[in-house]
């Protein structure tokens, strides 16, 4: 797990990212541990899904989070309590009440933000990246984040393309209205505005996925929808209807059932477009919903270094959803074989078990569903979910080009199209599949300019 100490007047604060589920009890981590460590000094780790946070005493005390506060979203955003006491455990779920308590104690920076970006471009780069999908703006205002994109493509130092959206899991904003906004004002060549981003479900750790049959180690709950199912539908049909494509964080099969619903619905209910809709994670999906993605041109985003027997999904993730469904996670392929465009996306520096921003390594997983350096490590069922090696390359190329709408521009080399490509050292169908992650990007040409060599 990273940590960092930053100075905010007198106080230092200790902020962290990383830890992950299968360390704790599924009431999760506890304050106490934190305060025996830094009694007196505010602390914020953030989980490796960026879903939940772990705080001391201290951090909960400066956020004024006492027995009487309410939960942000009762039962899908609180702070977990001791059924004995009442008082706030430490625990918190959903970035709701995680930034409850983040903008009380230690709020990001324009600042920082910036420092902290710019030291990871060069390796953006490095790793073979030209274009990103923002898929969401919390730790600032979206006209600051954006704003920062700008200057730094203003400056000459923006080495990839930036398609970004309005995060939104509110149900008392109406989303619409931001992003027509901010794609008006957000337009340049390598960075714009365009997607609206509706997070439906939560995940399977915190059991706020919404499922369609109840979580097997707690039977009293299925999970429920962040926002409610009808405000849902009518807001992806009003933005279908103004021409905007929608990106949907969707980790159950009952949140992508109602996300397919919704945009069925849209698509009957409004004139043909050019539409770029894409649900993402797709942890679970109904056999009888697979063959929807290709049937109304919906892509699956999938992160494709998250199907592996790690620790989370063998242990925390197998006790959430018993062995039948834990055995059916990320079916990448079965969507591919019914027509549908398959992207990837490495959700960077979200995660289940191990975080990484390289496109390489997701690439290799999805053709192996083993991890990083286990050769011999029997892979993530079921094993047909493993894709060729040329549609893995193809998802994390074409495929993610045509879900951004860039499409006609980059994703393959072809002349009239610009100058985004990556030289490697090796030629990877001709290496062994255990090592497609070794590779050496010898070479990254982003609009035609060496970014990385």
């Known amino acids: 797990m990273r940590r960092q100490d930053t100075r905010i007047g007198k106080v230092d604060v200790v902020r962290g990212f990383g830890w992950r589920y299968n360390a704790f009890p599924a009431s999760g981590p506890r304050k106490a541990d934190l305060d025996q460590l830094w009694p007196d000094t505010p602390m914020i780790l953030i989980a490796i899904d960026g879903h939940s946070a772990w705080v001391n005493s201290k951090a909960l005390a400066m956020a004024k989070v006492t027995k009487a506060t309410k939960d942000p979203l009762p039962g899908f955003s609180y702070f977990q309590r001791d059924p004995a006491s009442g008082e706030a455990t430490g625990y918190l779920v959903e970035p709701p ?22 030291e990871w471009l060069p390796k953006a780069s490095a790793a073979g990246i030209t274009a990103v999908y923002d898929a ?64 439906i479900d939560g995940g399977d750790p915190q059991r706020t996925a919404a499922m369609l ?16 199912p009808d405000l849902f539908k009518d807001t992806v049909r009003r933005a279908d209807r103004d021409g905007i494509d929608i990106h949907v964080h969707s980790y159950g099969d009952r949140a992508t059932r109602l ?39 919906v892509t699956a985003q999938f992160q494709a270094q998250w199907p592996v027997p790690d620790q989370t999904n063998t242990g925390v993730t197998r006790q959430r959803l018993g062995p039948e469904r834990s055995q059916s996670l990320m079916q990448m392929n079965s969507i591919r074989r019914h027509g549908d465009n398959l992207s990837f996306g490495t959700d960077w520096p979200a995660a289940g078990y191990y975080s990484t921003y390289r496109p390489l390594e997701a690439i290799e997983i999805a053709t192996t569903r083993r991890e990083l350096n286990k050769p011999d490590q029997p ?15 193809r998802a994390n190329t074409r495929g993610s080009a045509y879900q951004l709408g860039l499409d006609r521009m980059i994703g393959s080399i072809e002349v009239g199209k610009l100058a985004d490509l990556v030289v490697l050292e090796k030629n990877l169908f001709e290496v062994a599949p255990h090592d497609i992650h ?9 609009n035609g300019q060496v970014r990385h060599e």
């Open 438 to 446: 070794k590779t050496r990007v010898v070479m990254t040409v982003m």
């Open 259 to 297: 996300s397919l619903d919704a945009i069925e619905a849209a698509i009957k209910a409004n004139p043909p477009h050019d539409r770029r809709h894409a649900l993402a994670h797709l942890l679970v999906v109904s056999p009888q919903d697979i063959p929807r993605f290709g049937r109304l041109g």
């Open 97 to 118: 009440a995680v930034f409850h308590v983040v903008k009380a104690v230690s709020p990001f920076t324009p600042d920082y933000i910036t420092r902290s970006l710019e």
């Open 379 to 393: 892979p993530l069922p079921p094993v047909d979910e493993r894709v060729s090696l040329d549609e893995a390359l």
């Open 213 to 228: 049959a109840p979580y097997s180690d707690d039977p009293v709950t299925s999970g429920d929808t962040l926002l409610p």
């Open 136 to 199: 969401g703006m919390i730790l600032l205002p979206e006209q600051v984040g954006f704003g920062i994109y700008m200057s730094l493509e203003r400056e000459g130092k923006l080495p990839f393309r930036v398609v970004g959206s309005t995060y939104h899991n509110d149900p008392a904003i109406d989303p619409v209205p931001r992003i027509k906004a901010l794609r008006r004002r957000f337009r340049s060549e390598l960075v714009q505005a365009s997607i609206l981003k509706l997070n």
